[in-house]
């Protein structure tokens, strides 16, 4: 049906403007390559995790999680994409995977569809576990990393730092892509539907996630670039493991959870706490506040489109 390309294709930008803003913090900081260069690099991971292991989190939402008619899947996506722009004009990142997981049981709970509360339960006590599995994991990597690089010369740490950079920037690229693009395969009808969600993703990817990367460059905390590379690398592991789970998580809440814990164990420490626990607290109010809003939609309005 159009009305669900559309509210894809429009999703899947949207969420690239977002959170692929994450990424873009890490630009600055890499020295030495063309801006452009780091940004094929993002579009290089974002297609490969999609279209290598997106089908794990999409197929999973789609056959064990919830079976969804079409009016159930128009509304989940309008909510969905209703609250990811009303996030990115704020210039706030948001997790689709809490955005969408509420907005999906919304209207599968109004209908009577058929839901694996078992699977549920799974996916909210991953998103307690992951950021702190991040926090710690952030602080290893980093740890090892200074360790790695005690003995070596400034030019050498500099060069280390720039293939560190570029690495952790096309590895959180395409874990991105995974886990939280590969959720919208669940809504998917096939090969069009899939490049005009990947096509989507590189425009919103390119033109505005500038906005979103300054609300993590300069109000969460400063940090050094290992330090920042090893919050991105932390956070996109933990979503990788789930994803092989097929479990939707928040790259946004893992990396600003390593953020918190390597500016803790840094002095001096300049660190946002009021901006860190907002976006580390935020899954709570995102999950049930698109659960309700789905369903008052479905209740409402349930022929909307």
Do not use: C, H
Request: hydrophobic share 55%.
């Amino acid at each position: 049906m159009i009305y669900i390309l559309l509210l894809l294709t429009s999703t899947s930008f949207v969420f690239a403007a977002n959170n692929i803003g994450m990424i873009r913090s890490s630009f600055s900081t890499i020295a030495g390559k063309p801006y452009w260069i780091y940004m094929a690099l993002v579009i290089i991971g974002f297609i490969s995790g999609y279209l290598l292991e997106g089908y794990k989190v999409g197929s999973n939402i789609a056959i064990r999680l919830v079976s969804l008619n079409q009016d159930a899947a128009l509304i989940s996506l309008f909510v969905t994409l209703s609250v990811m722009v009303a996030f990115t004009i704020l210039r706030l990142p948001a997790s689709i995977s809490n955005v969408a997981l509420g907005a999906i049981l919304g209207p599968a709970i109004f209908f009577g569809l058929r839901i694996s509360y078992s699977d549920v339960y799974s996916i909210l006590l991953a998103w307690v576990i992951a950021p702190v599995t991040s926090a710690v994991l952030g602080v290893i990597i980093y740890n090892t990393y200074v360790l790695a690089i005690s003995k070596l010369s400034f030019l050498q740490v500099a060069r280390l730092n720039r293939m560190y950079g570029i690495g952790t920037v096309l590895f959180t690229s395409y874990s991105l892509s995974a886990n939280n693009l590969g959720l919208l395969i669940g809504f998917s009808s096939g090969v069009t539907s899939d490049f005009a969600i990947l096509f989507a993703a590189v425009l919103g990817s390119i033109l505005f996630s500038s906005f979103v990367a300054s609300t993590l460059g300069y109000r969460v905390a400063v940090l050094s670039p290992a330090a920042y590379y090893s919050a991105l690398l932390s956070g996109s592991l933990t979503l990788w493991f789930y994803t092989q789970f097929g479990i939707p998580a928040s790259l946004t809440q893992t990396v600003v959870a390593s953020i918190l814990s390597l500016s803790m164990i840094r002095k001096p420490s300049v660190v946002n706490s009021r901006i860190i626990f907002e976006i580390l607290g935020s899954w709570p109010f995102f999950f049930v506040f698109t659960l309700l809003l789905s369903y008052a939609i479905s209740f409402f309005f349930p022929r909307l489109f």
